[in-house]
């Protein structure tokens, strides 16, 4: 028995290896292992809600688009025209979705995805505000294309707005939808999961509803930040690498998302260089004041300052960047407060999907020398290392490259502070070697995907 068991892990290999001479194909045959649930009449709609950068950004007057423009913007562009202007907006001009950005060049985002549901799932494209005609035209899918520049309350309100129509095009008021949320998409779902419409960041007291089983049956959360992102610090810092160019911070300040995509408070991520936790309120506006970073820094000052036209109305657009800044700090930490308090999903299932399989920036170090205070989180870019300390291991986490899988999962929060640890009951969780921008492209996912949805 012994020498069997110390021979098992080499049959097991040689098991692998001769089925892998077989020929057998590398990918499922989606459309055959779901053809006979694709005739289900009862199947309900299915609305995507994209995730941050992903839908197209156009003009509201002329239908320009500015984002993402093709691959010379994508290759020159530093997307200066993408920053949010009060003035502009409130006089009915701007930038609105347009549709889904489904890819660029030869790369991927959304096309396989919405091509899966179409053809394997025999589900169609559809707008809020057509009847459905019959039986036939039941098994429909949606886009949720919301302005990801902007606090996700006006998104989750998009959604509410959208279901209640969808009931109305199917004659059904008690119908419930699937939701299939991308990253940031998912915190929109999870919003709307726990309160509805409502804004509880104005009220501040986080009263959930009870309405969201009624009209989410199932919902996926794919690469969604639950408990945030730590490369959103460094975005704040530092802008969005783009291709060839960057997103600036001045850009990225008047934008909400990249705020509400923070580390959760109630995380512990940053560390000194001699890998001890260290206290910082990433929230609090002095903490980014004070040190310089974001915003407040020479650099971001010196750019607004040399395009402005004067110096008075530089000093006007800085002041106005700052006020930004400083109001979506507040409100990403009340937006990560709410969706941190415990839930019942109230008989909703809940899959997790992900990846894991890529070392991902999970916590930062600050540093500290001559020239003051900065937070990294490669291990790379730690300038003063401390002889011992293994930065790889303290910053890097598993996750899709942007995203960690405790983040995912929304674990990993300090006990005994605010919500705890697992504050979201899912019914299932997939995890799979693929990047963030690549997850809703994988075959292996796909047939996840479909099987959660179309599994009676």
């Known amino acids: 028995m012994k020498t069997f ?139 949720l294309l919301y302005d990801w520049r902007r606090e996700n309350i006006h998104a989750v309100r998009q959604l509410h707005a959208m279901i209640e129509q969808i009931r109305r095009d199917y004659d059904d008021p008690d119908l419930a939808v699937d939701l299939l949320a991308h990253s940031n998409g998912g915190l929109i779902a999870n919003y709307y999961l726990r309160y509805g419409p409502a804004n509880v ?30 490369i959103s610090l460094e975005r704040l810092q530092k802008g969005v690498k783009m291709a060839f160019r960057t997103v600036p911070v001045e850009v990225l300040a008047t934008m909400a ?98 990846g894991d399989c890529t070392l991902t920036p999970g916590r930062a170090v600050l540093e500290r020398d001559e020239r003051g205070e900065r937070l990294v989180v490669r291990p790379g870019d730690v300038r003063n290392r401390v002889p011992g300390v293994d930065y790889e291991r303290l910053l890097m986490l598993p996750g899709d490259g942007l995203v960690t899988r405790e983040s995912q999962l929304g674990r990993g929060l300090v006990e005994g502070v605010g919500a705890g640890n697992d504050t979201f009951p899912f019914a299932q969780s997939f995890f799979l070697c693929e990047r963030h921008d690549q997850l809703s492209v994988n075959p292996y996912f796909q047939n996840n995907l479909l099987h959660f949805l179309l599994a009676r």
């Not at 986080?206 to 009209?215: A, I, K, L, T």
């Open 5 to 143: 068991l110390r021979r098992l892990p080499w049959l097991l290999l040689a098991s692998l290896v001769l089925a892998g001479c077989t020929g057998a194909p590398t990918r499922p045959d989606l459309a055959r292992l779901y053809e006979a649930e694709t005739h289900d009449p009862a199947q309900p709609p299915v609305i995507i809600i994209h995730g941050l950068m992903g839908s197209t950004l156009v003009d509201a007057k002329t239908g320009k688009e500015y984002w993402p423009g093709g691959v010379g913007a994508l290759a020159f562009s530093d997307y200066r025209e993408l920053a949010r202007v009060r003035a502009v907006e409130e006089s009915g001009g701007g930038l609105v979705p347009g549709d889904l950005f489904y890819g660029v060049a030869r790369v991927d985002y959304y096309g396989a995805l919405v091509e899966a549901l179409e053809r394997v799932g025999r589900f169609r494209r559809a707008e809020p505000g057509q009847p459905v005609k019959d039986a036939d035209d039941r098994r429909r899918y949606y886009l």
């Open 201 to 230: 960041l104005d009220e501040r007291e986080f009263v959930s509803w009870d309405e969201g089983p009624h009209r989410i049956r199932r919902m996926v959360l794919l690469g969604t930040p639950n408990l945030g992102s730590v």
């Open 257 to 354: 998302t990249p705020f509400e995509t923070l580390p959760h408070p109630d995380q512990q991520v940053i560390f000194g260089a001699d890998g001890k936790p260290v206290v910082l309120d990433i929230y609090q506006p002095d903490t980014w004041r004070l040190r310089r970073w974001g915003v407040f820094s020479p650099e971001v000052e010196q750019r607004v300052m040399a395009a402005a036209p004067d110096r008075e109305t530089g000093a006007l657009q800085m002041a106005e960047l700052q006020s930004f800044f400083i109001r979506h700090l507040d409100r990403a930490r009340l937006l990560h407060r709410a969706l941190g308090q415990p839930i019942q999903s109230g008989g909703v299932e809940v899959a997790v999907f992900g």
